[in-house]
Nanobody, 127 residues
Framework: QVQLVESGGGLVEFGGSLRLSCTAS????????IGWFRRAPGRERGGVSC????????YYLDPVKGRFTISRDNAKNTVYLQMNSLKPEDTAVYYC????????????????????WGHGTQVTVSS
C-alpha cells in the first residue's frame, strides 16, 4: 500500500519536545517534496512546514519558526519534524503528505496537489 505513516505524537508538557516521523510505505521519498500539516480542534487543516526535494529549502509557519525543524533522511525513507518549546496552541493532529513545497505553502495550499496522506498523529501539549 502506497502511503505515508506519521508517528511520534503524544502528550507533553508546556516547553517539552517531540519528534514526529513521516515514513513512506510502498514508494521512495527521495524525489518528493513533503509537507507537515496540522488540524487543531475547531480549525481547518493548515500547513506547518515543508521541505523541498530539489533544493532542500524549508518553510515554516511563523508561530513555529525557531521552535520546529523539518529534515529528511532518504536512507530511512523518512521526513522528521522536530518540535521544541511546545505550547498548548501546538495541540493538533499532525499529518504529512507529498506535494509542492513553495514559499507560499504555509499561507495556503491546494489540497488536490498533495498525495499519500497519512492518518495523522495526535500532539497534545498541556499547560
Amino acid at each position: 500500500q502506497v502511503q505515508l505513516v506519521e508517528s511520534g505524537g503524544g502528550l507533553v508538557e508546556f516547553g517539552g519536545s517531540l519528534r514526529l516521523s513521516c515514513t513512506a510505505s510502498g514508494f521512495t521519498l527521495d524525489n518528493y517534496d513533503i509537507g507537515w500539516f496540522r488540524r487543531a480542534p475547531g480549525r481547518e487543516r493548515g500547513g506547518v512546514s515543508c521541505i523541498n526535494s530539489v533544493d532542500g529549502n524549508t518553510y515554516y509557519l511563523d508561530p513555529v519558526k525557531g521552535r520546529f525543524t523539518i529534515s529528511r533522511d532518504n536512507a530511512k525513507n523518512t521526513v522528521y519534524l522536530q518540535m521544541n518549546s511546545l505550547k498548548p496552541e501546538d495541540t493538533a493532529v499532525y499529518y504529512c503528505a507529498a506535494g509542492p513545497c513553495r514559499p507560499t505553502f504555509v499561507d495556503y495550499y491546494v489540497p488536490h496537489e498533495y498525495d499519500f496522506w497519512g492518518h495523522g498523529t495526535q500532539v497534545t501539549v498541556s499547560s
